[in-house]
């Protein structure tokens, strides 16, 4: 199950992206340092496209991004936590995974204190994508 969902997401995370729209400047608070705290799955919708990739979405499962550059993902599901690198240059956090460590961008729609929203688009081979918005919330 762990070798499925890393996999889930590695192909999520690599294809994160396709519009955005930023949060103005006083939103965001200390910029990039911004991200650093947990964040919990709080709602995914799906844009368009068909659901090709099974969702792992949890509201008790979360990201956590510290002051060191580096992050941890807890999966409720699997009770298994992945770590990795993180860095924010404009609207982009890049993201390696220290099991997959090939960095994924991945594209802010809104970054506030207690606001994470990011736009996915999941490949599904031989039709039209998938694309979804995650938020998640600090708690």
Request: a negative charge.
């Amino acid at each position: 199950m762990k070798k499925v969902f890393n996999c889930s997401v590695v192909m999520v995370l690599m294809t994160l992206c396709v519009g955005f729209s930023s949060c103005s400047s006083d939103e965001e608070g200390s910029g990039s340092n911004t991200i650093v705290g947990k964040w919990y799955e709080f709602k995914e919708e799906k844009v368009s496209g068909i659901e090709c990739i099974t969702s792992s979405f949890n509201p008790d499962s979360w990201w956590q991004f510290k002051d060191d550059g580096t992050w941890e993902y807890y999966h409720v599901d699997d009770n298994e936590t992945e770590r990795g690198t993180w860095s924010i240059n404009g609207s982009i956090l890049t993201i390696t995974d220290s099991s997959f460590p090939i960095p994924v961008p991945v594209q802010i729609v809104e970054l506030t204190n207690s606001t994470f929203v990011c736009r996915l688009e999941l490949p599904c081979f031989g039709t039209d994508d998938a694309i979804t918005v995650r938020t998640y919330k600090k708690r």
